[in-house]
């Protein structure tokens, strides 16, 4: 299969075989059907087995093998088209070179030469003859050769010239091939090969005492009242448990088999922590750490990260006041974030960003009660932010706000394959991840601030019945609890047109694309992390 890979793209053989990103897709699964069937029905002369070589250093299942008029004969199956040519169908590339590597398998388990390989396409019936000559294994082994050599380098192969083969790829949502050939020619029209919405669900158990557990490759969620709740593997991406609940060690187990992410937020709504399958791509990890030790870099990107939130700050504010009377107060506070935006220009270190930031912070911050619809009570007026602890409902929602929103980025960053302690702008402190700060900027305003503020004026909240006080602070209770989820799973799954690239997909999935973006930035293709804002 690794050959397959490299012949049809070294990117796919690179993704799947040296970092081990492996998405099956719906092609994959009707080729896996395909066989097993092949499988079952296998009688006489038709025989299936696996042979390794340490000669040629492969290994391979062949699909079948025949032995006709005193020779062998590699068979394989296709469930897709044959290739059109001047003579009729054709063998791809990629299946005549797979077709001479179980040759060779074949051969040397014999003893015996093996001079000929009929691959059969099922879509068009057509069967194709290989010759397994001398010139086709000349081409294995320099194939093998490239091969070795890519095993040994950190750095992924180029995106392939053939655009169309990526239309075709299971792994284009890793490598997004279009995304970087626009940002190499800018008269490119990316087509979208990025899935539009997250097909699986968070699963959030709230809840004191409530228990996630197993049933077979179901998870079962048994609150202390109430029925309980089944939920099949498959549909669920990630687990968010919330407060005192619990999850069964069986549980965990089949989530960590199944990449399903597991994490927990305190009963206040703080993240504590989280788990994920499997360790992460040595790979991607030494071109983020290559990359993020030059502090030239991490400035530039830093700068962009801030501008796109403060870009994201005005347009807010703008688009919360459209079509009614601005306050000269907004208005001087729009005047004071633009020229935040235009003296990052003029940045050279990482204090004087982080000097502009602050004040496009507090000129924010400072005119955000405006926003709101001048009749709310006054338990629920915002009178600027205070974080730890929140000291009214409205700060109650953002910090809760906040945190839902950094288990989804941190989950973004650990499905794409980066380490999140290692970041851009943010420090190292106490137990968050600096990149998970740092891409969180891009999100806080449409994500969070957005929904609290039309949330707030819509009277979906009750300063009585959705909040407790402990002190000083003040926290969403259960019954608030839910509805803040509720709200901000719908806004996640909402979707939205990114400005540059021209596609439409959910807010959910532009968390990832951003941390693939910002990948790419580090991999020779900057240009687009951070371009996009609110219209």
Same mark, same amino acid.
């Given at each position: 299969?690794?050959?397959?890979?490299?012949?049809?793209?070294?990117?796919?053989?690179?993704?799947?075989?040296?970092?081990?990103?492996?998405?099956?897709?719906?092609?994959?699964?009707?080729?896996?059907?395909?066989? &097993?069937?092949?499988?079952?029905?296998?009688?006489?002369?038709?025989?299936?087995?696996?042979?390794?070589?340490?000669?040629?250093?492969?290994?391979?299942?062949? +699909?079948?093998?025949?032995?006709?008029?005193?020779?062998?004969?590699?068979?394989?199956?296709?469930?897709?088209?044959?290739?059109?040519? &001047?003579?009729?169908?054709?063998?791809?590339?990629?299946?005549?070179?797979?077709?001479?590597?179980?040759?060779?398998?074949?051969? &040397?388990?014999?003893?015996?030469?093996?001079?000929?390989?009929?691959?059969?396409?099922?879509?068009?019936?057509?069967?194709?003859?290989?010759?397994?000559?001398?010139?086709?294994?000349?081409?294995?082994?320099?194939?093998?050769?490239?091969?070795?050599?890519?095993?040994?380098?950190?750095?992924?192969?180029?995106?392939?010239?053939?655009?169309?083969?990526?239309?075709?790829?299971?792994?284009?949502?890793?490598?997004?091939?279009?995304?970087?050939?626009?940002?190499?020619?800018?008269?490119?029209?990316?087509?979208?090969?990025?899935?539009?919405?997250?097909?699986?669900?968070?699963?959030?158990?709230?809840?004191?005492?409530?228990?996630?557990?197993?049933?077979?490759?179901?998870?079962?969620?048994?609150?202390?009242?109430?029925?309980?709740?089944?939920?099949?593997?498959?549909?669920?991406?990630?687990?968010?448990?919330?407060?005192?609940?619990?999850?069964?060690?069986?549980?965990?187990?089949?989530?960590?088999?199944? +990449?399903?992410?597991?994490?927990?937020?305190?009963?206040?709504?703080?993240?504590?922590?989280?788990?994920?399958?499997?360790?992460?791509?040595?790979?991607?990890?030494?071109?983020?750490?290559?990359?993020?030790?030059?502090?030239?870099?991490?400035?530039?990107?830093?700068?962009?990260?801030?501008?796109?939130?403060?870009?994201?700050?005005?347009?807010?504010?703008?688009?919360?006041?459209?079509?009614?009377?601005?306050?000269?107060?907004?208005?001087?506070?729009?005047? +004071?974030?633009?020229?935040?935006?235009?003296?990052?220009?003029?940045?050279?270190?990482?204090?004087?960003?982080?000097?502009?930031?602050?004040?496009?912070?507090?000129?924010?911050?400072?005119?955000?009660?405006?926003?709101?619809?001048?009749?709310?009570?006054?338990?629920?007026?915002?009178?600027?932010?205070?974080?730890?602890?929140?000291?009214?409902?409205?700060?109650?929602?953002?910090?809760?706000?906040?945190?839902?929103?950094?288990?989804?980025?941190?989950?973004?960053?650990?499905?794409?394959?980066?380490?999140?302690?290692?970041?851009?702008?943010?420090?190292?402190?106490?137990?968050?991840?600096?990149?998970?700060?740092?891409?969180?900027?891009?999100?806080?305003?449409?994500?969070?601030?957005?929904?609290?503020?039309?949330?707030?004026?819509?009277?979906?909240?009750?300063?009585?019945?959705?909040?407790?006080?402990?002190?000083?602070?003040?926290?969403?209770?259960?019954?608030?609890?839910?509805?803040?989820?509720?709200?901000?799973?719908?806004?996640?799954?909402?979707?939205?047109?990114?400005?540059?690239?021209?596609?439409?997909?959910?807010?959910?999935?532009?968390? &990832?694309?951003?941390?693939?973006?910002?990948?790419?930035?580090?991999?020779?293709?900057?240009?687009?992390?951070?371009?996009?804002?609110?219209?």
């Amino acid at each position: 299969m690794a050959v397959h890979a490299w012949a049809y793209c070294p990117r796919l053989f690179y993704l799947e075989e040296i970092e081990e990103i492996r998405v099956a897709d719906e092609r994959i699964f009707e080729g896996r059907e395909l066989h &097993e069937q092949l499988e079952a029905k296998e009688e006489g002369d038709l025989h299936t087995f696996t042979l390794e070589s340490e000669t040629w250093g492969l290994k391979g299942k062949l +699909d079948a093998c025949r032995h006709r008029d005193g020779r062998w004969i590699v068979v394989e199956h296709k469930k897709g088209r044959s290739r059109k040519g &001047e003579r009729g169908a054709e063998a791809w590339e990629s299946d005549r070179l797979q077709s001479a590597a179980y040759g060779a398998l074949l051969a &040397e388990h014999l003893g015996e030469p093996v001079l000929e390989a009929h691959i059969r396409y099922h879509a068009d019936h057509k069967r194709v003859v290989v010759p397994v000559d001398a010139s086709l294994l000349q081409e294995l082994e320099t194939a093998l050769r490239e091969m070795s050599l890519l095993r040994n380098t950190p750095e992924r192969p180029s995106v392939t010239p053939h655009a169309q083969r990526c239309i075709h790829c299971s792994l284009a949502p890793v490598c997004l091939p279009e995304e970087e050939r626009f940002q190499q020619r800018e008269d490119w029209e990316p087509l979208r090969l990025y899935p539009q919405h997250h097909d699986r669900l968070t699963l959030h158990v709230l809840g004191h005492g409530s228990q996630l557990g197993r049933s077979g490759d179901q998870l079962v969620v048994r609150p202390l009242e109430g029925p309980e709740e089944r939920f099949p593997v498959e549909q669920v991406e990630q687990i968010v448990i919330h407060g005192y609940a619990q999850a069964s060690t069986q549980a965990l187990h089949l989530c960590f088999a199944r +990449d399903i992410n597991v994490h927990w937020l305190g009963a206040g709504g703080r993240y504590l922590g989280g788990c994920a399958a499997g360790s992460g791509g040595v790979q991607r990890r030494i071109r983020q750490y290559e990359a993020l030790r030059d502090p030239a870099f991490r400035l530039e990107r830093s700068k962009e990260l801030v501008r796109g939130k403060v870009r994201m700050q005005i347009g807010f504010l703008l688009r919360a006041t459209r079509g009614r009377d601005r306050t000269d107060h907004v208005l001087r506070r729009v005047k +004071d974030l633009r020229a935040c935006l235009a003296g990052l220009s003029a940045v050279s270190s990482f204090d004087d960003l982080r000097g502009v930031e602050g004040l496009a912070g507090q000129a924010y911050f400072g005119c955000l009660d405006s926003l709101l619809l001048p009749e709310l009570p006054e338990s629920l007026r915002f009178l600027g932010r205070s974080r730890r602890p929140p000291e009214d409902p409205v700060n109650a929602l953002l910090s809760f706000g906040y945190s839902l929103l950094y288990r989804d980025v941190v989950a973004a960053i650990l499905a794409v394959g980066l380490e999140p302690a290692f970041g851009l702008f943010h420090t190292a402190r106490s137990a968050a991840y600096p990149l998970a700060l740092d891409l969180m900027e891009l999100f806080r305003v449409p994500l969070v601030d957005m929904v609290v503020i039309a949330s707030l004026n819509r009277r979906q909240w009750d300063a009585e019945r959705h909040f407790r006080r402990l002190g000083p602070a003040i926290y969403l209770n259960e019954e608030g609890r839910e509805q803040a989820i509720s709200l901000f799973e719908g806004r996640k799954a909402e979707t939205w047109r990114h400005p540059v690239l021209g596609y439409s997909l959910s807010y959910h999935r532009l968390m &990832e694309l951003e941390a693939r973006l910002l990948e790419k930035s580090w991999m020779g293709h900057p240009g687009l992390f951070a371009r996009w804002s609110l219209r």
